[in-house]
């Protein structure tokens, strides 16, 4: 689409708790109308569209393409699901934005990755946390800045609640890339240049799951510290040190900052966009929304996504 067309027509596959949240994402943007919807399950695809203003309920990708002829679809279904889906998607001319992770293996999405090169696909996946106010507050403030940057992401998980979730088995042991991502894409997301080493100081142990630390070096200079409590109590945080700034973003939506020489710790505020809808949904909506007019954009794209799944493999040998 070029950059003057009026209305962007959005389709989605899947029907669970992600699609309503892109729905209503997308749907709150002028210029876009939501034409289709396609699940494995009609009756949820029915609901979600009733709810959503969805325009029609179609049998699968091929049929919901070939009757909307969307800019842009959104896949967003289980993990041992995305291969399938991602593969018939692929085949249709249209823009696709998928739910984290591109692939419930680094492997299958390599895979996903070398067909969308091959049928020349513009592919963009989903990383949320990217967006949050909070992490754009601190983005936007080390780049106004030329200092060294040490990051350190702390991550929890638990195995047990995965499974207590109704996750499969298949995806409760490399969970790493289901979730953790996340965590991991803080590095790559705020790291300058390529990762250029990773050392493991507390090495993965899948037979007992516990701490895992890693030290990551970027080329640009920078380096994070990865550290993972596996079945154990831990928040989810970021913290950013430069030689002038402190950030520590804890809980994740929540920026704040101490300036050296100040014990004041300046919060910012969480933006309106944040708390209407699911953190950062919107505001990456809006990005997508610019890739797919051809502006100017910072969709997160499969290869930057990749880097993080490269980086998960990298800390957790799996």
Same mark, same amino acid.
């Given at each position: ?13 899947? #029907? ?9 994402? /997308? ?62 998607? /692929? ?78 088995? #298949? ?42 630390? #890693?030290?990551?070096? /970027? ?35 929540? #920026? ?20 209407? /809808? ?41």
């Amino acid at each position: 689409m070029s950059s003057g067309s009026k209305i962007v027509k959005v389709a989605f596959v899947g #029907a669970g708790a992600m699609c309503r949240e892109h729905a209503r994402s /997308f749907g709150d943007i002028p210029g876009v109308e939501l034409v289709g919807i396609s699940s494995r399950t009609l009756a949820k695809a029915e609901e979600v569209a009733r709810e959503m203003g969805i325009k029609k309920v179609y049998p699968d990708i091929e049929s919901l393409y070939e009757g909307t002829r969307a800019d842009l679809v959104v896949i967003a279904v289980p993990e041992l699901s995305i291969r399938t889906v991602a593969q018939e998607a /692929f085949q249709q001319d249209w823009t696709i934005l998928m739910e984290k992770p591109p692939g419930h293996t680094l492997d299958e999405a390599v895979y996903l990755q070398q067909l969308s090169r091959e049928l020349g696909r513009s592919v963009y996946v989903a990383l949320n946390r990217r967006y949050l106010s909070s992490t754009e507050a601190v983005r936007e403030d080390l780049e106004s800045r030329e200092e060294v940057r040490f990051i350190r992401v702390e991550d929890q998980q638990s195995l047990e609640v995965a499974r207590q979730l109704g996750h499969p088995e #298949a995806v409760v042991q490399h969970w790493m890339y289901a979730n953790s991502i996340h965590l991991v894409d803080y590095l790559c997301h705020l790291g300058r240049g390529p990762v250029r080493s990773v050392k493991p100081l507390t090495r993965w142990d899948p037979e007992s799951p516990g701490v895992v630390l #890693a030290q990551v070096e /970027f080329d640009g200079g920078d380096v994070g510290i990865y550290e993972g409590v596996w079945n154990g109590p831990g928040p989810w945080a970021v913290t950013v040190c430069t030689p002038s700034r402190r950030w520590e973003i804890r809980p994740l939506e929540q #920026a704040r900052y101490i300036n050296v020489g100040e014990r004041k710790v300046h919060e910012i505020e969480v933006s309106t966009e944040d708390k209407t /809808f699911k953190p950062g949904f919107r505001r990456q909506a809006e990005e997508v929304l610019r890739a797919v007019r051809g502006e100017k954009h910072r969709a997160t794209s499969l290869e930057q996504a990749m880097e993080s799944m490269k980086l998960v493999r990298a800390i957790f040998g799996v």
